[in-house]
């Protein structure tokens, strides 16, 4: 049953836009609801490369701004979320016919001084004969940069802003989608697909790319915002970084492929830029694949072929229409729209600038409030720190306690339920953990399915973690049953 009192904002889309708009506006003391149809970051935010980066190569276009935004967002964010984000180095072979060294120094230096780092090293040159990194790469390449950005667990984070809105009374509603909205009086009646409706001043509109046709469709605008639907792929193959460096690629037609150290033993390589029509069935194309796994053999010195591939995944991204310019050229800054009833839509963006994002909603939806999120830690975030410790020099040194304090239990087990649940998984290691679903437990499903919304297989093999990566198709099988009868029950 939901409450018949009037919403002061009711978002539409829970993924990490949306999700960090009702964290935020709960902070604030506005009554939130946040209404998701499918599960909590089901759409793009957890197909993203996983990156909390200013974007190098958006130097190239000028883009300081946004740059320098960014950057600085890596920082908050690695403060905020020290168990499910860290620093990663990456390591640009260089390859003279693409960019000239002189380009990629006077870059690089950029990037070192475009915002404040206290968590993130600074860039160097590389001797691929002599460093680590080299053990990778084809012989024939010599030189490198190495630099530093962020990894992030993008579909925790989703959860995390989700979860602490609801502990700030915000309604969080997913597997429910809005079918209509219709403008009477001073407010807005909403429809969703339960029968059920609520009542709201404001509506924001962070439906990803799905934005233009909630607009258009459920909120009968007719003003939409026109969005460019462009979908990016990846590949999980077997571990191709012998060292910790991920690899940041050139391409001959000037993109650039990642490839990154992911869940211990796998290499996550993308991504592509593919226009596509629809927002809907977002899946890797045979041509996706082929053009990932050549983009990676230009570079590796031992080639992967179809055969090494565990996984893929697609998203589409929601970038700003900008006539004139190709898709690896669309500005990935975001632009909020406001249309002439009042509402906000939300267009582009980035994981990195998503608490930005939510800030600059709000300062529209709720002027006279005050911004609070730049230093509260996201839930399992909140470990003890020593005063001027940084969030994750605080999270390594709880990390080694805490392994410390259960000798009982396989260190790695410790880290990887400290990584999943932060300072939660404290309670959980001092309970019994209950079925082992090989790797994955039982306490851990139920905490799942009681606090963070889980309902199915896939949102706690995929979602919730990435166990999906980890557990044969039978401790799946056996996972998805259990989520299924704990549903029922
Ligand atoms: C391949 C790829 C790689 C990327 N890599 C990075 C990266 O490394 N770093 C980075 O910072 N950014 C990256 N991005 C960008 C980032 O992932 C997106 O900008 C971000 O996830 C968009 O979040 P969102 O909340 O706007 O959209 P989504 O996550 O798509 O959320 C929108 C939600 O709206 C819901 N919805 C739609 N219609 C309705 C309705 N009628 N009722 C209720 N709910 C509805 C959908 O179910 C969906 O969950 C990447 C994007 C892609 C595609």
Redo the contacts with the bound molecule.
């Keep these: 049953m939901l409450d018949e009192r009037p919403y002061d904002l009711l978002i539409?889309?829970?993924?990490?836009?949306?999700?960090?708009i009702a964290r935020d506006a709960a902070g604030r003391g506005l009554r939130v609801a946040l209404?998701?149809?499918?599960?909590?970051?089901?759409?793009?935010?957890?197909?993203?490369?996983?990156?909390?980066?200013g974007?190098l190569r958006y130097l190239e276009f000028y883009a300081f701004g946004l740059v320098a935004k960014?950057l600085a967002e890596r920082e908050v964010i690695l403060d905020a979320a020290p168990h499910i984000s860290w620093p990663q180095a990456f390591v640009l072979p260089h390859v003279p016919s693409l960019r000239p060294a002189w380009m990629i120094r006077a870059g690089l230096w950029l990037y070192d001084h475009l915002a404040k780092r206290r968590q993130v090293p600074g860039s160097s040159s590389v001797d691929l004969h002599r460093d680590s990194a080299g053990r990778s790469l084809d012989k024939s390449l010599t030189r490198a940069f190495r630099y530093w950005d962020g990894w992030?667990d993008?579909s925790r984070l989703?959860v995390l802003n989700a979860v602490d809105a609801q502990a700030r009374g915000a309604l969080i509603r997913p597997r429910?989608?809005?079918?209509s909205a219709d403008r009477d009086g001073g407010g807005w009646t909403i429809a969703?697909?339960s029968g059920e409706t609520l009542r709201a001043a404001t509506i924001v509109n962070?439906?990803?790319?799905?934005?233009e046709?909630?607009a258009r469709d459920?909120l009968k605008l007719a003003d939409p915002a026109p969005l460019r639907l462009?979908?990016?792929?990846?590949i999980v193959t077997r571990r191709v970084n012998m060292s910790g460096d991920a690899f940041m690629l050139q391409q001959p037609d000037g993109r650039i492929v990642?490839v990154l150290p992911y869940q211990t033993r796998y290499s996550l390589i993308?991504?592509?830029d593919t226009p596509v029509d629809t927002?809907d069935g977002?899946a890797i194309t045979p041509q996706e694949e082929a053009y990932l796994i050549d983009a990676a053999n230009r570079f590796l010195v031992r080639p992967i072929t179809a055969a090494d591939i565990v996984h893929r995944y697609?998203?589409?991204?929601?970038l700003v229409l900008e006539e004139d310019k190709d898709a690896h050229e669309t500005t990935?800054d975001?632009k909020l729209v406001e249309h002439d009833c009042g509402t906000l839509t939300?267009v582009?963006?980035?994981?990195?600038?998503?608490r930005r994002l939510a800030e600059a909603v709000l300062t529209k939806a709720a002027p006279k409030t005050k911004a609070w999120t730049k230093s509260a830690p996201l839930p399992g975030g909140d470990v003890p720190r020593r005063r001027g410790e940084t969030g994750q020099l605080a999270f390594a040194r709880w990390l080694r306690e805490l392994i410390a304090r259960h000798p009982d239990h396989d260190p790695a087990l410790v880290t990887r339920l400290a990584r999943t649940h932060g300072t939660a998984a404290e309670s959980l290691l001092s309970q019994p953990l209950g079925e082992n679903f090989g790797g994955l437990f039982e306490a851990e499903l139920r905490r799942f399915a009681t606090q963070e919304w889980a309902r199915t297989g896939d949102d706690v093999l995929w979602r919730r973690t990435k166990m999906g990566l980890h557990l044969d198709a039978a401790a799946c099988a056996r996972v998805t049953a259990w989520m299924a009868a704990f549903t029922r029950s």
């Design positions: 539409i889309g829970g993924g990490v836009n949306g999700a960090g209404i998701e149809a499918g599960d909590l970051g089901g759409g793009t935010s957890s197909a993203s490369t996983k990156l909390i980066h974007g960014a992030i993008d989703v429910t989608r809005v079918v969703l697909d962070a439906a990803g790319p799905w934005a046709t909630v459920v462009v979908q990016g792929a990846h990642f993308g991504t592509t927002p977002a697609a998203g589409i991204r929601p990935r975001w939300v582009g963006g980035k994981i990195t600038t998503y």
